[in-house]
Every structure is written in structure tokens, then in C-alpha cells.
């Protein structure tokens, strides 16, 4: 009996670990623990402001520089983030995302599964092997209210007006205004929302 308890709630941790916004149902005590541990970690090692009401998947690897986590927002599972990353409110991170360099993400938008957002860049200078460039940091935006598809990468200086969609496997190079529908490789305004 105890173990099968056992066996029901280490399932329910790993199910979460992936779908994450199922933590906030009915979290147990023991996950609420969890994750006061997790982000007290963060705070003093990632540079973490995390909203208590957050939830970080202990199966992400977390190693930013600054860290801001608004309520009910999550980062699932196998995700990587680095830099300085914030995520506003009621926002989710899906499962094996890789986030680095500087990324703001506003309020309700979700980025779906395996989606790719580098803040950061190399430098191109000829005179140096590619190991050697300097990086420059643009940052990128993603505004409130969007959906970024399932495999979707976004480069370094592109910002994504709220209310927009970003259809899977879309390579955004470039800035798109609030209410676009984007898809494509590289990214074009397929349509306006509105």
C-alpha cells in the first residue's frame, strides 16, 4: 500500500514535470515543498524572482543570470534557460525549449514544445576562428497573448508584437507588429488576427 502511494505520487511529479500547467489543479504538500526549495535555489543561484504561485519543472535546467517568473507561469521539463530570461504572468514554457541570451516573454503566451529563442548572437569579424567572436545582445521580445508553435526558432533581435500567433516550424529573423499571423522560413506575415 504505501509503496503504490509512493509509485501514484512520484508519477504525478514526473506527469507535471512535462505538463506543467497541471501543477496548479491541486498541488500536494509535498510539491508545494518542492518547489519553495526550487525556488529559493534559483533566487540564490540563478538570480531568481520567482512568484510563489510559479512552477518550474525540477527536470529544467535553469542557469541564468536574472530570473523572473510571474504567477501561474511554468517552464516544463527538459527546457534549458540561460541569460536573463522573464516570463510574465499566466505564461508557460513547453517541454525542451532552449532559451538563452535576453528573452522577454509578456503576459498569457504560451511557446509550445521544442521552440528555440536566442537573445544572443556571435559575432562574424574574419580575423578570428568562430570559437573566438565576441557575442552581441540584442534581446528578443515576445509580447503578451501570443502562441509560439511546437519547433519554432527565434534569433537575436526579433520581437514579436502581442496578440500574434507564430506558426510551428517558423524561423523568425525579424520584428513582426501586434495581431500577426506568421509562419514560414524565414518568417512573413501570413495574415493579420484582426
Not at 570559437?131 to 552581441?136: H, I, R
Request: hydrophobic letters at 40%; aromatic letters at 8%; a positive charge.
Amino acid at each position: 500500500m504505501i509503496a503504490q502511494a509512493f509509485f501514484i505520487l512520484a508519477h504525478r511529479i514526473d506527469r507535471q514535470s512535462y505538463l506543467s500547467w497541471e501543477y496548479f489543479d491541486k498541488p500536494t504538500r509535498l510539491q508545494k515543498y518542492l518547489q519553495k526549495a526550487l525556488h529559493a535555489m534559483l533566487a540564490k543561484r540563478a538570480g531568481g524572482i520567482l512568484d510563489k504561485n510559479s512552477y518550474i519543472s525540477p527536470a529544467a535546467k535553469i542557469f541564468t543570470s536574472s530570473l523572473r517568473i510571474g504567477s501561474k507561469s511554468y517552464i516544463c521539463g527538459g527546457s534549458i534557460i540561460r541569460g536573463e530570461f522573464s516570463l510574465g504572468v499566466a505564461s508557460g514554457i513547453g517541454a525542451y525549449c532552449h532559451i538563452d541570451g535576453k528573452v522577454t516573454i509578456g503576459d498569457d503566451t504560451m511557446i509550445a514544445n521544442n521552440v528555440s529563442v536566442f537573445g544572443i548572437n556571435h559575432g562574424t569579424d574574419i580575423a578570428s576562428p568562430m570559437g573566438q567572436q565576441a557575442s552581441t545582445m540584442k534581446g528578443v521580445v515576445i509580447g503578451s497573448d501570443c502562441w509560439v508553435g511546437a519547433n519554432v526558432s527565434i534569433v537575436d533581435g526579433a520581437n514579436i508584437g502581442s496578440h500574434s500567433i507564430v506558426a510551428a516550424g517558423a524561423v523568425v529573423t525579424r520584428s513582426f507588429p501586434e495581431w500577426s499571423v506568421i509562419g514560414g522560413v524565414p518568417a512573413r506575415i501570413i495574415k493579420s488576427r484582426k
